[in-house]
């Protein structure tokens, strides 16, 4: 499966953007989906996740409160909206996707097959 993601751009502290990722084959619906962000310098780091049929997200405690993710299957998307950003929360954005990985391993970024070509999010102070 092909993933675009896009969204990303320049916003104050504070302020909020909303990243999209579309998916390339029609049984997007089976898959588990991710976000993850890796910052200048640093490791990719987990973000955020969805289960296939939306029942289940989890998310990092650094953007719990702040982010939600969802999905629309019929449009083959998962979104990640992110609201009250902080200058940390500055890196490059990817979806991932999964249709194997274990509940128990949704924040481990080796667990997904495909990923997208990341977006960037750059937060000023």
């Known amino acids: 499966v092909q993933l675009q993601a896009s969204g990303g751009g320049l916003v104050q502290a504070g302020g909020s953007l909303r990243l999209s990722c579309a998916a390339s084959?029609?049984?997007?619906?089976?898959?588990?989906m991710g976000w993850f962000r890796q910052a200048p310098g640093k490791e990719r780091e987990f973000v955020a996740t969805i289960t296939w049929s939306a029942g289940m997200t989890y998310y990092a405690d650094s953007v719990k409160g702040r982010f939600t993710i969802s999905r629309d299957n019929a449009k083959n998307t998962v979104y990640l909206q992110m609201n009250s950003l902080k200058p940390e929360d500055t890196a490059v954005y990817y979806c991932?996707?999964?249709?194997?990985?274990?509940?128990?391993?949704?924040?481990?970024?080796?667990?997904?097959?495909?990923w997208g070509q990341g977006t960037l999010v750059t937060v000023s102070s």
């Open positions: 084959r029609r049984t997007f619906s089976s898959y588990h």
């Open positions: 991932a996707a999964s249709r194997t990985v274990l509940a128990s391993q949704l924040a481990v970024a080796d667990e997904y097959d495909y």
